[in-house]
């Protein structure tokens, strides 16, 4: 069955930086588009960055962008995000997705990991 | 960027229906999907394609679209459909996706 499991969150330091990861399985990780997405608490969801299924192009929401960089491996199924010059408000549960067919919905969720960005 | 918006709550009584609503400018050309959350649990999918259900997603829930506005109706409400409920679409016009803020649903 299809699988989808993050790597454990941290608490770090503004400014500082975080690598998540997330580790497919069940399906076949080289067909299909990734995504990030991300809640802070009490909050609703928020998109954050897709990758393509080849990772030759790399989509981010504008909250991110030129600080968050999506990255993937067909071959060992998996699936980064580097967090770079991380801020309060990216104080979040981030959950990794898998992308469908062009619509860009999201069928598979991860179980989600929690960052926390204080000092 | 483009907005969805979405009623904060909604409440329904055991057995009847419920329906949330999702507007956007022109998200009759979009497709909308749905999802189900539960405190503390990811995200399900529960409507892809403005109307298709995922297999193992009861019959109850259902999707449709008229106008600027898309609605999920979930019909014979039981008090395990207590959730958020989000809308999303792929805009592609920017190459982003995009939430609705969510809709709380409460059976009394």
């Known amino acids: 069955q299809v699988q989808l499991v993050e790597s454990e969150g941290d608490v770090v330091q503004p400014g500082r930086s975080l690598r998540l990861s997330c580790a497919a399985s069940?399906?076949?990780?080289?067909?299909?588009?990734m995504h990030w997405v991300r809640q802070a608490p009490g909050k609703g969801l928020e998109w954050v960055a897709l990758?393509?299924?080849?990772?030759?192009?790399?989509y981010y929401a504008d909250s991110v962008r030129g600080r968050f960089t999506i990255s993937r491996d067909n071959f060992n199924y998996a699936l980064w995000l580097q967090m770079n010059s991380l801020r309060r408000d990216d104080t979040a549960v981030y959950y990794c997705?898998?992308?469908?067919?062009?619509?860009?919905?999201?069928?598979?969720w991860g179980q989600g990991t929690p960052v926390t960005v204080s000092s | 960027s483009y907005v969805l918006t979405q009623p904060p709550s909604v409440s329904v009584a055991p057995g009847k229906t419920g329906r949330i609503t999702c507007g956007g400018n022109?998200?009759?050309?979009?497709?909308v999907h749905w999802y189900q959350q539960k405190p503390g649990q990811a995200p399900i999918l529960i409507i892809y394609?403005?109307?298709d259900r995922p297999s193992g997603i009861p019959e109850r829930f259902s999707g449709s679209k008229s106008g600027n506005t898309a609605t999920l109706t979930i019909s014979r409400v039981e008090a395990g459909d207590e959730a958020d409920y989000y809308c999303?679409?792929?805009?592609?016009?920017?190459?982003?996706?995009?939430f609705g803020g969510g809709t709380k649903l409460t059976v009394l």
């Open positions: 997705a898998r992308g469908n067919g062009g619509l860009e919905y999201f069928d598979f």
């Open positions: 069940g399906f076949t990780f080289s067909s299909h588009t």
């Open positions: 990758i393509s299924s080849d990772g030759s192009s790399k």
């Open positions: 022109k998200i009759g050309s979009k497709s």
């Open positions: 394609n403005d109307a």
């Open positions: 999303q679409v792929w805009h592609a016009s920017s190459d982003h996706v995009e």
